[in-house]
């Protein structure tokens, strides 16, 4: 135990608290059990480490920060780790990376119900397998999901502001005056095509040149393994599904027709939807649907976006379309803490009381100018006026 403890402190020394993710305020830390999910990179090991050096550095003695592909697991479980600690005395227990243990859900959920007094704190990148052990710890533990990076969080951490995050409400009724705040400050426009190659997740600090090497690793490694092993996908149709994910990243945006996708690809159409399901599941797309009840394995999409704009970067680099990256980021940036759905009307529903029509400077009112609580999103503008607001402002929701 002792080195783990030692771990934790080289580990500590070498985190920096001077930009912090804002669902640290969101998480109730006061919770017996709690997840933390999210893609590969979006800084969920960094999240953990910085709550440790900020809330509980008075008493480390008492915490233990580990990631689950750590040796010491060769020859002993988390149960093990879990006794040992509550004997010395431990009160919170940081578990990073759970899906790189076998049978880890079981495990928690021994350690919950064996050790009341003991906090746990989880982290899962493999979104597929948080959702596989979810029936698990339905009871017991609260989920959080740690999306990418907001466009405000970017800009935050490449100038040093601290501007808050906005509600939508407020968003919709006072954008002039907001970003006519944000704009004394800084010039939003000059960073926003920076953050939709590559600001999405935080390690593109480390190095940009190879920020789409990296992921592209990522997404191999979920079409990769991760589909065949826990979604059972034939490793036949990877290919196709590579394919799939490049004519979305191309298209204006990508609109569906499954039975001729079906007919191309080769297989039947109820299993292509379900696949469809399976890659909105593991975090690479995000599908629009007609109703707000969530999306049915079985229900066909109106239209099939990428989860970030990074993707589409990364996926057709030299083939992007501004028309997709607009709707791909308004819907990113909206869908994580608001209900997005089709309409025939514009090009987005939120809420269900609010429509959007996305589109350049010079986009027209004419597509809402016979709807209620209906905006248009216009890309390459500073400052909205009236019922046209500024796109990139759109990222300061969270």
């Given at each position: 135990?002792?080195?783990?403890?030692?771990?934790?402190?080289?580990?500590?020394?070498?985190?920096?608290?001077?930009?912090?993710?804002?669902?640290?305020?969101?998480?109730?830390?006061?919770?017996?059990?709690?997840?933390?999910?999210?893609?590969?990179?979006?800084?969920?090991?960094?999240?953990?480490?910085?709550?440790?050096?900020?809330?509980?550095?008075?008493?480390?003695?008492?915490?233990?920060?580990?990631?689950?592909?750590?040796?010491?697991?060769?020859?002993?479980?988390?149960?093990?780790?879990?006794?040992?600690?509550?004997?010395?005395?431990?009160?919170?227990?940081?578990?990073?990376?759970?899906?790189?243990?076998?049978?880890?859900?079981?495990?928690?959920?021994n350690i919950y119900d064996d050790f009341p007094k003991l906090q746990i704190v989880f982290t899962g990148s493999s979104l597929l397998q948080i959702l596989n052990a979810r029936a698990d710890l339905s009871r017991r533990a609260i989920v959080y999901t740690m999306q990418g990076l907001s466009y405000r969080e970017f800009i935050n951490f490449e100038t040093g502001n601290h501007f808050n995050s906005i509600t939508l409400p407020e968003l919709l009724k006072n954008h002039i005056d907001i970003a006519?705040?944000?704009?004394?400050?800084?010039?939003?426009?000059?960073?926003?095509?920076?953050?939709?190659?590559?600001?999405?997740?935080?390690?593109?600090?480390?190095?940009?040149?190879?920020?789409?090497?990296?992921?592209?690793?990522?997404?191999?490694?979920?079409?990769?393994?991760?589909?065949?092993?826990?979604?059972?996908?034939?490793?036949?149709?990877?290919?196709?599904?590579?394919?799939?994910?490049?004519?979305?990243?191309?298209?204006?945006?990508?609109?569906?027709?499954?039975?001729?996708?079906?007919?191309?690809?080769?297989?039947?159409?109820?299993?292509?939807?379900?696949?469809?399901?399976?890659?909105?599941?593991?975090?690479?797309?995000?599908?629009?649907?007609?109703?707000?009840?969530?999306?049915?394995?079985?229900?066909?999409?109106?239209?099939?976006?990428?989860?970030?704009?990074?993707?589409?970067?990364?996926?057709?680099?030299?083939?992007?379309?501004?028309?997709?990256?607009?709707?791909?980021?308004?819907?990113?940036?909206?869908?994580?803490?608001?209900?997005?759905?089709?309409?025939?009307?514009?090009?987005?529903?939120?809420?269900?009381?609010?429509?959007?029509?996305?589109?350049?400077?010079?986009?027209?009112?004419?597509?809402?100018?016979?709807?209620?609580?209906?905006?248009?999103?216009?890309?390459?503008?500073?400052?909205?006026?009236?019922?046209?607001?500024?796109?990139?402002?759109?990222?300061?929701?969270?």
């Open positions: 135990m002792k080195s783990l403890f030692e771990k934790q402190e080289r580990l500590l020394q070498n985190t920096p608290t001077d930009f912090v993710r804002s669902i640290m305020k969101e998480i109730d830390w006061d919770l017996q059990l709690i997840g933390i999910k999210g893609a590969r990179g979006v800084g969920k090991s960094t999240l953990l480490l910085q709550y440790i050096k900020l809330h509980l550095s008075h008493k480390l003695d008492k915490v233990l920060y580990i990631s689950l592909d750590n040796l010491w697991f060769a020859n002993k479980s988390i149960y093990d780790l879990a006794d040992r600690f509550v004997k010395l005395g431990g009160e919170h227990l940081f578990l990073d990376e759970v899906h790189k243990y076998d049978n880890w859900a079981t495990e928690i959920k006519r705040n944000i704009n004394s400050k800084i010039r939003p426009l000059a960073r926003f095509n920076d953050y939709l190659q590559y600001g999405y997740f935080p390690f593109y600090k480390e190095s940009k040149d190879l920020y789409a090497h990296r992921l592209t690793e990522i997404l191999n490694m979920i079409i990769e393994i991760e589909l065949p092993q826990l979604r059972k996908v034939e490793v036949a149709y990877i290919p196709k599904i590579k394919e799939l994910l490049l004519i979305i990243a191309e298209s204006v945006p990508f609109i569906p027709n499954v039975s001729k996708l079906s007919h191309k690809i080769g297989i039947n159409r109820n299993t292509l939807v379900q696949y469809l399901y399976f890659l909105e599941e593991s975090g690479i797309t995000k599908q629009l649907v007609k109703n707000s009840f969530g999306i049915s394995k079985l229900q066909k999409p109106q239209k099939i976006y990428l989860e970030n704009t990074n993707f589409a970067y990364t996926i057709a680099p030299d083939n992007t379309n501004a028309g997709n990256l607009r709707e791909t980021f308004f819907f990113n940036q909206l869908d994580y803490k608001h209900k997005v759905t089709y309409t025939v009307e514009t090009d987005f529903k939120v809420d269900n009381q609010y429509y959007f029509e996305i589109g350049g400077k010079n986009k027209s009112h004419k597509q809402i100018k016979t709807l209620n609580n209906a905006f248009v999103v216009a890309d390459d503008i500073e400052y909205g006026y009236q019922n046209r607001i500024p796109l990139w402002l759109f990222g300061f929701l969270y």
